[in-house]
């Protein structure tokens, strides 16, 4: 005997849907955005980069506790990336400037290019820190 679409339970109708779980960035990140504002971000399983509007770089926990500034820029913070490593952390802001930082190498490293426009997305090559070359934007 078929079952009717009225005797069929939710249950066996539809299926429970994934459900999102989040929770709010707080500590020290909320004191840092109470005056500004996220333009950039990039996620990483070892830490959280925020580039913000005022041109600051700035890498948190991911309970939003503050690690180390990075850099800062004299403009918005348009475009984050790093290296496949996450050794190595690439931004572009909206004043034309284009800064390639080590993060957590023994050598710091830093390289700062300048465009005549405002540069809004970058590429890093994955293996950036060992192939000695320099990168394409």
């Not at 948190?60 to 996450?86: F, P, S, W, Y």
């Not at 190498?105 to 000695?132: C, H, L, N, V």
Request: aromatic residues 6%; glycine residues 6%.
């Amino acid at each position: 005997m078929e079952k009717s679409e009225s005797s069929l339970s939710s249950d066996d109708e539809i299926e429970d849907e994934p459900r999102l779980k989040y929770r709010r960035l707080a500590n020290d990140l909320l004191e840092i955005l109470r005056g500004d504002s996220i333009s950039a971000f990039l996620a990483h399983e070892r830490f959280i980069a925020v580039g913000t509007s005022k041109g600051k770089i700035i890498l948190c926990d991911h309970d939003g506790n503050k690690i180390q500034d990075v850099a800062d820029h004299n403009g918005e913070i348009t475009c984050l990336k790093m290296d496949a490593r996450a050794e190595l952390i690439a931004s572009s802001s909206s004043d034309g400037h284009v800064k390639i930082i080590s993060l957590f190498g023994d050598e710091e490293i830093e390289q700062r290019m300048k465009f005549r426009s405002q540069i809004w997305s970058i590429a890093i090559a994955p293996d950036y820190a060992t192939s000695g070359k320099t990168p394409f934007f």
